[in-house]
């Protein structure tokens, strides 16, 4: 029965695919012919919808009416006045209306193979922009912008066979063919007339039929550019170093083709006219598998579409090449310091083990989906991503959701199962460094040098001792569980939270809380108790050579039913209202930090999840992360913060009491226009190999 049922349900997903399909090239209808082989697809639909809806908003009226906007409008043809000669030229306007309905219904971006190595040769240029200046130390240039330029010349002669313009189409969909036919003949004729107005143009415009579809060509070269002016001798370490280079940029071609593809209007750039031919190719992009995902939400109010490509993840991700080219610059720098034969050795062993260690920790790079769409309730998206992350967490209930309050104003919550391993790789090469203090840098410096550095290290060396015997054998075994969260709220309230800065009203605190997920509540403690012994034996060690003593003493404690929470009061020549505090509230399962004794006591009391959306028992998921956004509330909490600084600055620049009331009211405005982001939530998990980003946005527009 169970075969039966089986075979059934395949049948059915079977017959379903097409339609799915089907469904999606109607709404996006660029996946017709977006070849399978693109490094990059992206579509935005329904722009023009959205555009209305913001426009008619009561929001968006709110906005412009504003007295401050409006002036701005009525000032800028006076300030700028070629501006409003621009603005109102009747060729301008009909060029921003016909871009408008050119962008309303889709625009897709697709890019070619070659984007990947465009990316390569960018990051390579930045790299050698980046760190020119320090590789020109290390071998003796002390020109800055000399060793800069030469940098980048070497990253551009290095990757000459990169230097071509990435294929680039760009696809704009209009009401129906005959529509994007003459909106084609009228782009041509804005062709025809830049080239009879620029003389270097003249007879690089010329038409051509590629495959079915006939397009117009403009072709322009590198070689009018005056490459020969460039001083290249003076950055060449032997002479002609860069004649391949000046050659490569010479020929540089780009071609900008238009052409019409059904109801599309298409413009293209690349290296040759071959652009356009990767729209012949078989297959197309929703047979890959990567597309599967996106099927499922056929029938939804599609907006958005992206696609990366694993070859262009793969170049613009951090690679094994890259760390091997740090270690290089590192023993390139060897070589400036006076070291031994056997320390220079030593030191590029230990480089060389670092980077083994760096290497193992880098992720490998895959292939990524994004789509958003709407729904009644919100805009929602998914983001899949192929990548895989070494050490990553596997998916569990993230069940510290339980110790954030319930329905915080923003939280992020995630778990770190490497947090143990990153802690002890941190401490093993603070240990090498240590001892290369003593093997080589110690050795080379004077007798008062050494005698100070040496007095640095007999203090710093114990207490760091103690600091790391805490965290291995309490604080790290206490943090097994691995769970974290983030977390803001706004509970509290004082009409003055700063002496020098009182309010009428009662203001609210916007509060920042870290949450720890504690598998063993009393090692946690004894923790931070050995931290405050250390403390305390290097302030009676500083003490000892003169210096002021000090000691940090016990902090207070409040006991409640759900633990016991430690703080400290604030100086009262900080001026600060007494409920900011320096605490930790430390239960059976969680451990929150804060600036006042309530919010992270509150943190502790096991609260149901009360947030929606995604975000839905979440607690009970098997998840990576979950993130949280109350919109609505932290303007609302803001909004008396921004009426209060506004309040204050014009007391020491306005006297007018009618400028003063309409300002604070266009404040009050603007803080109220920015409630329409009532949320945005989102959960991150595992679906076959990929990880999946689910999230949910809600903007609702005024009442009034």
């Avoid at 959205?50 to 043809?77: C, H, T, Y």
Wanted: proline share 5%; aromatic share 8%.
């Amino acid at each position: 029965m169970r075969t039966r049922n089986v075979s059934c349900l395949l049948l059915l997903l079977a017959l379903s695919g097409p339609a799915r399909a089907e469904g999606l090239d109607k709404q996006a209808a660029s996946l017709a012919w977006a070849p399978a082989n693109v490094a990059h697809y992206t579509a935005w639909l329904r722009n023009g919808e959205q555009w209305e809806a913001i426009s008619k908003s009561k929001a968006w009226a709110r906005l412009m009416d504003l007295p401050a906007v409006k002036e701005g409008l009525q000032r800028l043809p006076m300030e700028f006045p070629r501006f409003g000669e621009f603005s109102e030229n009747k060729q301008v306007k009909e060029g921003l209306a016909l871009a408008g309905e050119m962008m309303a219904r889709e625009f897709c971006s697709l890019s070619g193979e070659n984007l990947a190595d465009f990316f390569a040769l960018m990051q390579a240029i930045q790299g050698a922009n980046q760190f020119g200046p320090l590789l020109g130390v290390l071998q003796g240039e002390l020109d800055q912008n000399k060793a800069r330029a030469r940098a980048v010349l070497q990253a551009l002669n290095e990757n000459r066979d990169k230097l071509k313009a990435p294929d680039t189409i760009l696809g704009f969909r209009l009401k129906d063919a005959a529509r994007a036919a003459a909106v084609r003949k009228r782009l041509d004729g804005y062709l025809g007339d830049l080239v009879d107005a620029v003389p270097a143009l003249k007879g690089r415009l010329k038409k051509v039929t590629i495959g079915e579809v006939d397009w117009t060509l403009l072709t322009l070269d590198a070689s009018a550019i005056p490459w020969d002016d460039i001083p290249w001798n003076d950055f060449e370490n032997e002479a002609g170093e860069y004649k391949n280079l000046q050659q490569k940029l010479k020929e540089m071609k780009l071609t900008v083709s238009l052409g019409a593809r059904g109801d599309f209007v298409l413009l293209a750039a690349g290296a040759s006219s071959a652009v356009v031919r990767m729209l012949d190719g078989n297959t197309r992009l929703t047979e890959r598998a990567e597309l599967k995902p996106l099927t499922k939400f056929a029938d939804r109010k599609l907006t958005s579409i992206s696609y990366t490509s694993k070859a262009l993840a793969e170049k613009t991700a951090v690679t094994k090449e890259d760390v091997e080219g740090f270690v290089g610059l590192f023993e390139m720098g060897l070589e400036r310091l006076q070291l031994t034969k056997e320390e220079r050795e030593k030191v590029q062993k230990d480089l060389k083990e670092l980077a083994k260690e760096v290497k193992a920790t880098l992720p490998e790079p895959g292939a990524s989906l994004g789509f958003s769409f709407e729904t009644d309730r919100a805009h929602e998206s998914y983001a899949y991503d192929w990548t895989r992350y070494p050490g990553a967490a596997e998916p569990k209930p993230l069940t510290i959701l339980r110790h954030v309050g319930g329905d915080p104003i923003a939280v992020y919550a995630d778990r770190n199962p490497g947090r143990e391993t990153g802690y002890k790789m941190m401490v093993k090469y603070v240990k090498l460094a240590d001892s290369y203090l003593d093997e080589l840098v110690l050795p080379k410096l004077g007798e008062v040098q050494k005698t100070q550095a040496k007095l640095v290290l007999d203090l710093a060396r114990p207490f760091l001792k103690k600091l790391d015997e805490a965290t291995q054998q309490r604080v790290l075994p206490a943090l097994k569980d691995g769970q974290s969260a983030f977390v803001l709220d706004a509970r509290l309230k004082s009409k003055q939270w700063l002496q020098a800065f009182p309010s009428e009203k009662a203001l609210p605190l916007i509060e920042p809380v870290l949450v720890l997920g504690l598998s063993d509540a009393e090692q946690f403690k004894k923790g931070l108790q050995d931290y405050r012994a250390a403390i305390n034996q290097l302030l009676k060690d500083v003490a000892g050579l003169g210096l002021p003593a000090g000691e940090l003493p016990a902090a207070k404690e409040t006991k409640t039913r759900d633990g016991v929470v430690y703080w400290y009061a604030l100086p009262d020549v900080l001026g600060l209202d007494e409920q900011l505090k320096l605490s930790v509230a430390i239960g059976s399962k969680a451990a929150a930090f804060g600036v006042s004794s309530e919010t992270p006591e509150r943190m502790l009391r096991a609260t149901p999840w009360k947030v929606g959306g995604p975000l839905a028992k979440a607690e009970d998921r098997p998840l990576l992360s979950a993130s949280h956004m109350s919109g609505e509330r932290f303007f609302k909490a803001l909004a008396p913060w921004a009426e209060l600084v506004a309040e204050r600055v014009l007391d020491q620049t306005v006297d007018d009491k009618e400028t003063r009331a309409s300002v604070l009211k266009q404040v009050a405005t603007v803080m109220e226009v920015l409630t329409v982001f009532r949320s945005s939530t989102g959960v991150t998990y595992v679906e076959e190999k990929a990880r999946v980003t689910h999230s949910e946005t809600i903007i609702r527009d005024l009442d009034k």
